[in-house]
């Protein structure tokens, strides 16, 4: 190819490239900028040729830049070239950004060059950083919703020996109407104390159960399997044991259901989460999530290759403080029931086509309204 053409088509590389390129020599003098390197810093060719190209850099690579080439002219000792690395680099407005410099060295008219490559990383750092952000929300609505939820069972659990107290303290009443004695006397006025301090439990349980069972829900026509696969990635299943495969058979073209998407991926997480559980007790471990549109709605299936449902809890499954795990409080499964239920579904538990346990979710279908 002829020179000229070499360095027509050099200068359309520069100019067309979608990352920023920077040659330097070994001062660490920028002698080459292109249009991209432009648009990632704000410096425009003139204002950086001829410069050391530590402008570009933050502090403490700032100060260190000039050290480094020294050290790798004296000793040959690479810690970036011809490997790349993740940096942060300086706009000419004073803000950082996250990049991928990647450096190669040349000769260039019987001098030692270095050719930066950088790539912007701003995009898929927000991305991360969103990601975390949505798994942490998630988490902390999670546990709002395990707090109301258990404060609901609470409230259910604790009703009844209040009632029998009560009961008691009114027998105690009858059999001392009619005495006199002093002691009897002083009995009946702590009975009477005792009676009001049971009565305010009551009042505070009820108004507990109300506060909770009055919560609003954000509920809106979703597309379920957009729905279960965004609680995945959010949560990480996949990630969570890296010796359970996770596999999806979503039927296309679902009907929406009309939901609160972050209570029913609550549901999903719940579920995935315990499935993965029971199966750290066996090597065949496969969990699969499935849907499905039956006469009476969208079904959601969550299935594992586990050891199944143990027989003295099948049947109380959904109770709260039902548990087999040791340090388990047992109201993961009475929260998911009492989402679903809210949502006019149901949810129901048997033997998997795979070995293990299968949760199923019947949603009904959001209507034209």
């Known amino acids: 190819m002829p020179e000229d053409d070499q360095d027509v088509l050099f200068r359309m590389l520069l100019s067309t490239a979608v990352d920023g390129i920077i040659v330097i020599d070994s001062r660490g003098i920028v002698r080459i900028w292109n249009e991209s390197a432009q648009k990632l810093f704000g410096y425009a060719a003139d204002e950086v040729a001829g410069r050391n190209v530590n402008m570009l850099m933050p502090s403490p690579y700032h100060e260190e830049h000039d050290r480094y080439i020294e050290n790798y002219l004296g000793t040959g000792q690479k810690k970036i070239i011809g490997i790349g690395r993740e940096v942060v680099g300086r706009r000419k407005?004073?803000?950082?950004?996250?990049?991928?410099?990647?450096?190669?060295?040349?000769?260039?008219?019987g001098e030692r060059i270095f050719v930066g490559i950088v790539h912007d990383l701003t995009s898929r750092t927000m991305t991360a950083r969103r990601v975390q952000?949505?798994?942490?929300?998630?988490?902390?609505?999670?546990?709002?919703?395990?707090?109301?939820q258990m404060s609901a069972a609470l409230a259910h659990e604790l009703n009844q020996p209040l009632s029998a107290i009560m009961n008691y303290i009114n027998a105690a009443r009858r059999t001392l109407a009619n005495a006199k004695d002093p002691a009897a006397l002083r009995a009946s006025e702590l009975i009477e104390k005792?009676?009001?301090q049971t009565t305010r439990a009551g009042q505070i349980i009820r108004?507990?159960?109300?506060?909770?069972?009055?919560?609003?829900?954000?509920?809106?026509?979703?597309n379920?399997?957009?729905?279960?696969?965004?609680?995945?990635?959010?949560?990480?299943?996949?990630?969570?044991?890296p010796n359970v495969t996770v596999t999806t058979e979503f039927e296309p073209n679902l009907p929406p259901v009309m939901i609160d998407k972050v209570q029913i991926q609550q549901v999903i997480v719940n579920l995935a989460r315990n499935a993965i559980e029971a199966m750290q007790a066996v090597n065949l471990r496969k969990l699969k999530f499935a849907t499905s549109l039956s006469p009476e709605g969208v079904l959601i299936s969550v299935s594992d290759s586990g050891p199944g449902?143990?027989?003295?809890?099948?049947?109380?499954?959904?109770?709260?403080?039902v548990t087999t795990k040791e340090k388990g409080m047992g109201i993961g499964l009475s929260i998911c029931q009492s989402i679903v239920e809210?949502?006019?579904?149901?949810?129901?538990?048997?033997?998997?086509?795979i070995g293990g346990a299968e949760f199923r979710i019947l949603l009904p279908v959001a209507s034209e309204d």
């Open 342 to 353: 809210a949502h006019g579904g149901r949810i129901s538990a048997a033997r998997s086509e």
């Open 224 to 241: 379920i399997n957009l729905v279960i696969q965004e609680a995945l990635i959010l949560a990480s299943i996949a990630s969570a044991d």
């Open 133 to 148: 952000d949505l798994q942490s929300e998630l988490l902390h609505v999670s546990r709002l919703s395990a707090m109301g």
């Open 194 to 196: 005792a009676v009001a």
């Open 207 to 222: 108004q507990l159960r109300d506060f909770v069972e009055k919560r609003e829900s954000a509920r809106a026509p979703s």
């Open 93 to 109: 407005d004073g803000t950082t950004f996250p990049m991928y410099l990647s450096v190669g060295e040349g000769v260039l008219n």
């Open 309 to 321: 449902l143990a027989p003295e809890v099948a049947g109380r499954l959904f109770h709260p403080f």
